[in-house]
């Protein structure tokens, strides 16, 4: 967590002005433990890490559902020609 600067504001409280983890652009702090400048850049954020993460599970599934993709339709295959 990045903080840039500290300001003061017309309500007298300080307003910390960070840098956001996922984007890397400027924003305002909004309450103490904000790492992110919205929801939606802290859950692309926790995607791409998740993604990196089970990288090697995810590629097994993928490839386990192609293998069963493929020994279907050779079964649907042998099916139709001895029909």
Known sequence: ???IATIADHTRQPTTLMLCQGCHTQ???RHGN???CSPRCQARST???YRETHRAVLRARTQASRQRAKERSHHDEQSRERQ
């Open 1 to 3: 967590m990045e903080r």
């Open 27 to 29: 924003f305002i702090q």
């Open 34 to 36: 904000q790492r992110y």
């Open 47 to 49: 995607h791409q890490r």
